[in-house]
């Protein structure tokens, strides 16, 4: 089974802070997604990446930054911390042409105080 | 337009009954069609998919039914159980760019 490992389930951070949401996964997938899950909103994309070392924005990055150094990591960095950014935190990864076989991370819930 | 629309937001259904939800788009350059169930403290999974080019799959009491020419398409679970209670999305990925756009998602609850 393909895992996609966050590394935290829960976080708490105080505005102004840096924040960093860190994402494995183990089957060599070359496509990695961040999403943020939000009631009524559903799933926004805020970045992604289909290689190492490159990045694209997705719908919503304002606020964000992401750094994918190796291939199995994807991180998720709020370089500052606001309050607007208390959501869910979702990470994917995919193989494929068409985006199937999206594989998603339990979440990291952050709460931003 | 790179949306989904998805209704209802919520959803009660009785044991047995059937269970369906719905999600339009409006880019005629969307080209695969997954739906995926997420239970609570969990990430979102593949529920089932479709391809613009059939009009139903069906897996088990899931179903989904494609409508291209009105751009709509929908989740039907036959025999609601207790255990399909969850959230659904459906999604539809953009031609050529190996990315998924979800709808808004359904909260679907099966009384027992």
């Known amino acids: 089974d393909v895992k996609v490992t966050q590394s935290s389930r829960y976080l708490v951070k105080r505005t102004g802070e840096k924040v960093f949401l860190e994402c494995v996964q183990d089957m060599d997938h070359e496509n990695m997604f961040w999403y943020r899950q939000d009631p009524g909103l559903g799933l926004r994309l805020i970045y992604f990446?289909?290689?190492?070392?490159m990045k694209e924005k997705g719908d919503i990055p304002e606020g964000y930054s992401v750094s994918r150094e190796k291939k199995e990591r994807f991180s998720l960095i709020l370089e500052s911390a606001s309050t607007n950014q208390t959501s869910m935190y979702l990470c994917a990864s995919s193989f494929g042409p068409w985006g199937s076989g999206y594989t998603f991370g339990s979440g990291t819930r952050l709460t931003v105080v | 337009q790179q949306q989904v629309k998805q209704s209802p937001q919520s959803l009660i259904v009785q044991k047995g009954g059937i269970s369906i939800i719905n999600c339009a788009y409006e880019n005629t350059a969307f080209d695969y069609f997954p739906w995926y169930q997420q239970f609570p403290g969990k990430g979102p999974a593949l529920l089932i998919a479709i391809r613009p080019d059939v009009s139903e799959k069906k897996e088990g009491r899931f179903t989904i039914s494609f409508n291209k020419s009105a751009k709509q398409f929908s989740l039907h679970i036959m025999d609601s159980q207790p255990g399909d209670s969850a959230t659904y999305f459906c999604a539809a990925n953009i031609q050529g760019a190996q990315k998924l756009v979800f709808g808004q998602g359904t909260r679907l609850t099966i009384n027992p």
């Open positions: 990446s289909y290689d190492v070392k």
